[in-house]
């Protein structure tokens, strides 16, 4: 795992809570270890108040304040693991920081993290735990994601955590060629982890399985 993430003096929660939750994961599925081990060392209940840190190694999503949620780990480690498989992006862009969980995870496992958050509470909260816990190669916006950050593009990957009707197409172009999208795109109500690649210019579109975001908004708050 990568040493950029500091955790001494954050362990809170036991060994053995974080120990189930990867046995639960590996149960649903999740099968890269990198991944796994990544998932069982970030200390998830920094990303959660503090009246929350006893459930926050639940395989559960748990309220983060400003009408969000912190995502069901499941959903972090299949997104990530989607992301990775078969090859290692250097550039990656997350639209919709959140608390920056996801972000802190994927900051031990590629080189760079752009993450774009539209409410600057949670921007706020996210920049300060992150720092916390040393995750220095994550780079912070507060700002519209759906526009992504063309001047930072292009992009090896990206993770949206919002569900989008279309892969947006700003997005698309800052997406380098043979680089990968993982979203929830919503199809007629339906929405399915979705990972494109961008092949010759061109979109290669797999729907992968059902899942439940919140919708993809412009502006920012």
Partial sequence: MNSRIDMQGVGMTSARTRARLIARLRQQGISNETVLEVMQAVPRHLFVDEALSHRAYEDSALPIGFNQTISQPYTVARMTELLLEGWRPSRVLEIGTGCGYQAAVLSALVDQVFTIERISGLAEKARRTLSD???????????????????????????????????????????????????PLDTDGEQYLTRVTRIQGDMSVETIEPAKFVPLLGGSE
């Fill in 133 to 183: 816990i040393g995750a220095m190669n994550v780079i912070q916006r507060y700002d519209d994601g759906a526009n992504g950050w063309a001047e930072r593009g292009p992009f090896d990957g990206m993770l949206i955590t919002a569900s989008p009707h279309q892969v947006p197409p700003a997005l698309f172009a800052q997406l380098s060629e043979g680089g990968r999208m993982i979203l």
